[in-house]
């Protein structure tokens, strides 16, 4: 089925490590994003790209790096894992009217 | 795999006109439901959580209803503004385990 998938659904990191959160979409949207949900909180923006070859910051990059290289993929780097990185992770893309969101992955880092 | 459903797709509105829109999901094992504000390249903004079926949440001119029953919910704008134009988003709580959102319903408040 079309839309956003995402890998791993969860993960338990240990401080310092690193690991890459996969993104993929089959819609060709031009829009991916990736947030992360922290409890109580809503989504906050970590990055996103509007293209391939393109992206941004958005509200909470810092310790994140992400590429596009294709228009299908848009993975997410942990290089240094930290406890604040803990949280649920969506990837999303979007066309016009229509937000397709993956399904999230949980991130543990003790 | 859940499906979360919303409509209309989008929706033009002038403005001072109230509107509404509807987020429908599967009943069975309600945890949550969440309303979101949404710009394009920008944090959604979480509008309501609600849980419990009857719930009435309110926030300014925004308000929101719930029936777990039957699974759906309804978001209000009243007298609508040109800043309320947003994506407006739902989401359904699947125990904290993950988030299922709908594709969203498109909002534009015309001066």
């Not at chain 1, 990185?85 to 969506?90: D, E, L, M, N, P």
């Amino acid at each position: 089925n079309a839309g956003v998938t995402q890998t791993p659904k969860f993960r338990i990191l240990k401080i310092g490590q690193s690991m890459t959160l996969q993104c993929t979409q089959d819609m060709n949207h031009n829009y991916m994003y990736w947030y992360r949900q922290d409890p109580g909180m809503g989504l906050k923006l970590i990055y996103y790209s509007v293209g391939a070859g393109i992206t941004d910051k958005g509200e909470v990059p810092n310790g994140y790096n992400v590429s596009r290289s294709t228009t299908e993929d848009f993975p997410l780097r942990l290089e240094l894992a930290a406890p604040s990185q803990t949280s649920v992770y969506f990837c999303a893309s979007s066309y016009a009217a229509e937000a397709f969101f993956g399904q999230g992955t949980r991130l543990t880092v003790v | 795999i859940l499906n979360v459903e919303q409509s209309p797709q989008s929706l033009h509105v002038q403005e001072g006109d109230s509107t509404n829109f509807t987020c429908s999901f599967p009943s069975s094992n309600f945890y949550a439901l969440h309303w979101y504000r949404w710009e394009t390249a920008k944090s959604p903004e979480a509008l309501f959580v609600m849980t419990l079926n009857g719930d009435e949440k309110k926030k300014g001119r925004i308000s929101a209803t719930l029936n777990t029953k039957e699974g759906y919910s309804y978001l209000y704008i009243k007298g609508s503004q040109p800043e309320d134009s947003a994506t407006y988003l739902c989401a359904r709580d699947n125990y904290g385990q993950n988030f299922v959102f709908g594709p969203g319903t498109r909002l534009s408040v015309l001066p």
